[in-house]
């Protein structure tokens, strides 16, 4: 054998074992992430076009899907969720159906994660009509030793390719992807300011910023919230627009520590959240979550300008992933918050092969009200589970 011909490496295998390569290195690794362009904010044109947004916005209503932890595949509960929430969109009333869906992170799940974007996104969603703005989850934020090198890098090239290109995979299977300005973003439209937040790759905790990731997204929320602040000076409370923030790690959750797994909250996260919506005196109405694999809905009570003002902290992340059964301690309080709600049951969950509880939520924004629907989905069956109005004061 010459010298050309002669391997690399003396492995005895054909795939050899690299020391950290699975599993990944530290689950619960943050790392830098870029800043967002263009001041972060988008416009419902930026969308679904202007002919569209012009017809959404004159309708006084927004409409919208949400859901996160989907990265399953085809023929899976990711897929039926799918169908689901596209049996939901007229194009003859196209202008008070769903807009969108905002995804709520973890899109992709494991190695590999440019390639998995044809299996675990394009191909589970080909039926799905509606354009897809995200955020990412700490599974699309993972960094391999192999592949996955550059954090985010499969994520900001399908969600974030810049205007005039798309992504490749995107072209393969005719889908046209948005272009948003970065991991983290506004969309403003006539009736709501939608925000959405990187909360890292971690898997145990969000963080939003600090040393060693960076602490440029934090700056950002902290201007675009006092932006907001300066827009709602002369208006009243029926005009001014409501305010929605998204973000993969829930600021409130409860884990399923007797069975081991689950999600808790993550405090640390949303005291920056806390410390940013008292700084600009703009706190949100509504905010949305996954990681979580299931649907917990929790109400705080906050004492603001002399009254109380109850805002939903929802997770959401039954997009087609793993579903787990809600947390018990319905109805409990800790503090300022009351866990109102969870689905799955316990007792719906069928030993070792669990399929009941995966869903997606709808949401409908007015000038007055926030309604969201949470649509459980199993197998080409969909139910609501439960709707939450929430005025706007
Ligand atoms: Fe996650």
Known sequence: ????????????????????QHPKAGKDNTYPFRATTDNGVMS?????GTTAA???????????????????????????????????????KHATSPAFLFHLGDVIYGDGKENLYDDEFYRPYAAYPNKIIAIPGNHDGDVGVTVDTT????????????????????KTFSNEMVH???????????????????????????????????????????????????QRKGKTRKTRKALIIGMHHPPYARGLSDKGYGHGSSDAMRQQMDTAFDKAGVWPDLVLSGHAHSYQRYERVKGLNGGNKKIPYIVAGTGGYAIQPAPSGIGTTEGDTTYKNGSPPKG???AGQPNTG?????????????????????????????????PLK
């Not at 974030?160 to 490749?168: A, R, V, Y």
């Not at 869903?359 to 589970?385: A, C, E, W």
């Open 180 to 230: 948003q300005p970065g991991v983290y973003w506004m969309l403003e439209t006539k009736l709501l300011n939608l925000i959405g937040l990187y909360s890292n790759a971690a898997e145990d905790f969000g963080t939003l910023g600090d040393a060693n990731v960076g602490t440029q997204q934090l700056e950002w929320l902290a201007q675009t919230l006092s932006n907001i602040a300066t």
């Open 54 to 92: 012009n017809q959404v916005e004159a309708s006084n209503q927004l409409t919208f899907h949400s859901v996160g932890d989907t990265g399953r595949g085809s023929h899976t509960p990711q897929q039926d969720t799918a169908e689901a929430m596209a049996r939901d969109v007229d194009p003859k």
């Open 44 to 48: 419902l044109a930026d969308i679904i």
């Open 151 to 170: 954090s985010l890098k499969a994520f900001e090239d399908n969600f974030c390719s810049p205007i005039g290109t798309e992504p490749p995979l995107a």
């Open 1 to 20: 054998m010459s010298k050309a011909q002669k391997p690399q490496t003396a492995s005895r295998f054909r795939i050899p074992w690299l020391p950290g």
């Open 358 to 390: 995966y869903g997606y939520l709808t949401i409908t924004v007015t000038q007055t009200n926030i309604k969201v629907v949470f649509v459980i989905v199993q197998g080409n069956h969909r139910q609501p589970f439960e709707t939450i109005n929430t």
């Open 348 to 350: 719906l969950m069928q």
